[in-house]
C-alpha cells in the first residue's frame, strides 16, 4: 500500500482528469502509481494537503462521516473579525449547502497571525480600503463549500482556504511547495491511522 501527500494548487482540480477546461491532478506532473486515488476532496478553489492513496481501509478511516477525521484551514476572510465575531463558527450552525438546510457540527475556530504562506496564483483580490484577516479552522466534516458558508453567514467572506492538516499530519511535516507530491513514510501513515 503507497500513499502520498500532495500541495493541491489553487485553480486544479482533486481528481486526475482536467475537466471544463480546469487542470486535473495529472497536470501536475506528478510520479504516482495509476493505482492511488485522492482521499477525499479540495474544492478548485482552494488549495493545501491532498492525500492520494491505494489503500481502501486507509481512505475509508479518513473519509467516513461517523469516524469525525479532523481536517484544518487557515482561511483568510475579508475583514477584522474579533473572536466575539467567530463564537457562532464554534457552534452548530444553520446553513443551505446543495439546496438543502443544513446544521454543522461545531468547528474549532481560532483567529491567527498572518502566515507565512506561497504567494497564490492568481492572487486574491486585494481591496484597498477593506483589510483582512486569517482564521484557523478544525472541522470533522467536510460539506459542500462548507467553510466558505460559514465565514459569509458571519459577514467575513473567506478569499482564501489553505488545508493544512489531516488528521495528525500537517504541511509542516510533509515540507511541500504547491504542486509538489512526496511519499508518506510508513510512520506518517501509522499517525493518519490513529
Not at 500513499?3 to 491532478?25: C, I, M, N, R, W
Not at 458558508?149 to 482556504?161: D, N, Q, V, Y
Request: proline share 9%; hydrophobic share 35%; with cysteine.
Amino acid at each position: 500500500m503507497r500513499t502520498f501527500a500532495v500541495y493541491k494548487p489553487y485553480g486544479v482540480l482533486s481528481q486526475f482528469t482536467s475537466e471544463d477546461g480546469h487542470p486535473g491532478l495529472l497536470d501536475l506532473g506528478l510520479s504516482v502509481p495509476k493505482d492511488v486515488w485522492p482521499v477525499g476532496r479540495l474544492d478548485r478553489d482552494s488549495e493545501g494537503l491532498l492525500l492520494l492513496t491505494n489503500d481502501n481501509h486507509l481512505k475509508r478511516g479518513l473519509t467516513e462521516p461517523e469516524r469525525s477525521h479532523r481536517k484544518t484551514y487557515w482561511v483568510q476572510v475579508e475583514g477584522t473579525p474579533t473572536d466575539g465575531d467567530i463564537e457562532p463558527l464554534r457552534h452548530p450552525m444553520h446553513l443551505r449547502i446543495r439546496k438543502k438546510d443544513t446544521t454543522t457540527k461545531p468547528a474549532e475556530v481560532s483567529l491567527l497571525a498572518p502566515p507565512d504562506v506561497p504567494e497564490r496564483v492568481p492572487p486574491i483580490r486585494k481591496r484597498l480600503s477593506i483589510p483582512t484577516a486569517w482564521l484557523s479552522i478544525a472541522l470533522t466534516e467536510g460539506k459542500n463549500r462548507q467553510i466558505r458558508k460559514m465565514t459569509a453567514h458571519i459577514g467575513f467572506p473567506t478569499l482564501r482556504i489553505i488545508r493544512v492538516g489531516v488528521g495528525s499530519l500537517d504541511l509542516n511535516d510533509v515540507q511541500l511547495a504547491p504542486g509538489e507530491c512526496r511519499q508518506l513514510t510508513a510512520e506518517e501513515v501509522l499517525r493518519l491511522q490513529q
